[in-house]
């Protein structure tokens, strides 16, 4: 069967097991904006000269939340579920399973992204063009996918008691050091230093170089040794996984 077909159902499947937990989806779509009302969005009205940078970087951080924290957690635990064992018995390629988790994370993330850009626009004097838009909303999908890898990682790599406190850890380090919650500029010097560096600035760096303020180049050269990399230990820990479990 056609690799893409696989893809294709193995993510209805993903889908279709999400949008059943309610109680799983709402706030995982939903706090993001939550969280830039009542943070960013004060300030954003208060300088509007500031209202681009602080909603393309929120909406950065919504795409990872979903991306790295919720899909990373949820692989680990998934693992030990009756479903997922079943699943891994199947003649289906790695690959075709990274790829419908990838095109399901991202997927996600960019609703979520897309609600706080929604959120920004209603209530803030942020000014994109439709062309802006787009660029963003291709480049959240894009960057979206290294995150992604992290994710399955720490999926991987991690057990599932262990998952949980690891990957919030790198969420929000990550995103403080990465400039997502105040401009890089007021970030202590050591932290400035590393900044640029890390795969959450690249990604808001991305974002940003849609209104003039950050480099692309700098930002995608960044992101895809971020996706190789992890990308490897993903498929490491996909592999170490299926010998201690299934061999």
């Given at each position: 069967m056609n690799a893409l077909v696989l893809v294709r159902a193995h993510?209805?499947?993903?889908?279709?097991?999400l949008i059943r937990w309610p109680g799983y989806v709402v706030p995982t779509v939903v706090f993001p904006a939550m969280f830039y009302s009542i943070f960013d969005l004060p300030v954003a009205r208060m300088h509007p000269?500031?209202?681009?940078?602080?909603?393309?970087?929120?909406?950065a951080w919504a795409v990872i939340g979903v991306t790295l924290?919720?899909?990373g957690v949820g692989i680990a635990q998934e693992r030990g579920r009756p479903w997922e064992r079943y699943s891994r018995t199947l003649?289906?390629?790695?690959?075709?399973?990274?790829?419908a988790r990838i095109v399901t994370a991202v997927l996600f993330g960019l609703l979520t992204g897309a609600i706080v850009a929604l959120v920004a626009r209603a209530f803030t004097p942020i000014?994109?063009?439709?062309?802006?838009?787009?660029?963003?909303s291709v480049y959240s999908l894009c960057a979206g996918i290294p995150f992604v890898l992290i994710g399955i990682t720490v999926g991987y790599w991690t057990s599932a008691r262990a998952a949980v406190p690891i990957a919030t850890a790198a969420n929000l380090l990550l995103a403080y050091a990465g400039g997502l919650w105040m401009p890089p500029d007021d970030l202590p010097k050591f932290v400035q230093t590393i900044s640029p560096y890390l795969p959450t600035r690249q990604?808001?760096?991305?974002?940003w170089s849609t209104t003039g303020?950050?480099?692309?180049?700098?930002?995608?050269?960044?992101?895809a040794i971020y996706t190789v990399v992890f990308g490897i230990l993903a498929a490491i820990g996909y592999r170490r996984d299926e010998r201690t479990r299934y061999a």
């Open positions: 993510t209805k499947i993903q889908f279709l097991d000269q500031d209202a681009d940078l602080l909603a393309l970087a929120f909406i924290y919720q899909f003649p289906v390629a790695m690959a075709v399973r990274f790829g000014d994109l063009t439709l062309g802006q838009w787009l660029a963003v990604f808001a760096d991305l974002l303020g950050a480099d692309a180049a700098h930002a995608i050269f960044g992101l």
